[in-house]
């Protein structure tokens, strides 16, 4: 592999976040073993290791990979979209502007479905962020055909 490979697009954040992420998956099971959890917690962890394991397969080959990437935003959408109502519905935190940021709360839980679900929502629904522009198709002048013959010209 050149250097010049290792550092272009795709395969630069594949070699560069992939050991991280599967270390990540791996050690995240060894985390069960420190104490007892729950069976919720054991899901989480084990539901964690599996999308980590997953983002891996998307930067490896996003072409083929794309439902993976899809299914993992649909899965942080559901996941905020979960959070903003239990927050709304079950809390009896009253939504307040000035709430604090570390604790969990209506508004915190509006701003991080505005932040993080809507944008991964769109993109499980329509697999991009944003729309691209359309441009017009480019067409070319048509040269002139030195074989034709020229109506205007005297012999």
Known sequence: ??????????SFLFWALSPFLIGFAVWMPFL????PYTAGQALLVGGLSVAALAFVLVL????????????LAAAVALAYGWYLAYEICCSRIPFDIHAP??????RNALLGYIVWGAPALYYAVFGRLWR???YPP???PEEPDP???DID???
């Open 1 to 10: 592999m050149s250097l010049r490979s290792a550092f272009s697009g795709r």
């Open 32 to 35: 069960l073993a420190a104490g």
């Open 60 to 71: 490896y080959d996003r072409r083929r990979f794309h439902w993976v990437g899809r299914a």
């Open 101 to 106: 940021r570390g604790q969990a709360n209506p």
């Open 132 to 134: 691209l522009p359309s």
């Open 138 to 140: 480019a067409v070319e």
């Open 147 to 149: 074989d034709a013959a």
């Open 153 to 155: 010209r005297e012999p």
